[in-house]
C-alpha cells in the first residue's frame, strides 16, 4: 500500500513593501542582480554590491510599487510594478519592472500566484518583459499569462538597449 503526503499549499503573500523596508528590498535585488548577470553583462561593484539605483523612486513616484513576496511569513521575493513601458513610451501600460523569488520557492507555483495577484490589482494592458537569452524565465511568463489570461500567449522580440528581448502584452480586466 503507498502513503500519499498531503502537502497544504503555502500562504502567499504579495505585501506592498514601506519605505522602512528599502534595505530589505535593496538585499533581495543583489540576489537577483547576481541571477540576472547571467543572462546581462553586469558587474559588481569593488564593494561587491551590483546596486539598483531607481529603487529609492519606488516610494517617492506615484507610478511605482514596490512588493515585497512571503510564502509562509518567510521572505520569498520582491516585486516592482511600475507604470509606463520603457520600449514604446505608452504611459498608460502597466510595466513589471522586476519580479524575483528566492531558489528555495521556485517551481512551485509561488510566482504564478504573486503574478496573477499583482495584474488583478492593477487592472489595464499590462506588459512584462524577459532578456531573450533567459529561457527558463520567458517559460515562467508564457505560462503564467496564458493560465491568467486563459488563451495562449505570444511575445514580440524587441531590441532595446543593446540586448534583445520577449515582450508579452496582455490585458488584466477589472473584477467586479
Known amino acids: 500500500m503507498t502513503s500519499l503526503t498531503y502537502k497544504p499549499m503555502p500562504h502567499i503573500e504579495v505585501i506592498p513593501a514601506v519605505a522602512d523596508q528599502e534595505p530589505i528590498l535593496a538585499n533581495l535585488l543583489e540576489l537577483y542582480a547576481h541571477d540576472f548577470s547571467e543572462f546581462y553583462d553586469i558587474e559588481a561593484s569593488a564593494e561587491g554590491k551590483f546596486g539598483y539605483k531607481d529603487l529609492s523612486f519606488y516610494w517617492r513616484e506615484s507610478d511605482r510599487h514596490p512588493f515585497l513576496l512571503k510564502v509562509d511569513s518567510k521572505l520569498a521575493g520582491f ?20 519580479f524575483f523569488v528566492v531558489r528555495r520557492y521556485r517551481r512551485r507555483g509561488i510566482g504564478m500566484v504573486a503574478a496573477h495577484e499583482l495584474w488583478r490589482r492593477f487592472p489595464g494592458m499590462w506588459q512584462v518583459r524577459v532578456m531573450e537569452s533567459n ?42
Do not use: P, Y
Open 79 to 98: 516585486a516592482l510594478v511600475k507604470r509606463g513601458q520603457d520600449f514604446w513610451g505608452d504611459e498608460t501600460v502597466w510595466d513589471m519592472a522586476e
Open 135 to 176: 529561457h527558463a524565465a520567458h517559460q515562467f511568463w508564457q505560462r503564467a499569462i496564458a493560465a491568467f489570461t486563459g488563451q495562449r500567449i505570444h511575445s514580440t522580440c524587441v531590441e532595446n538597449s543593446g540586448g534583445s528581448w520577449r515582450v508579452f502584452t496582455f490585458e488584466s480586466r477589472s473584477v467586479s
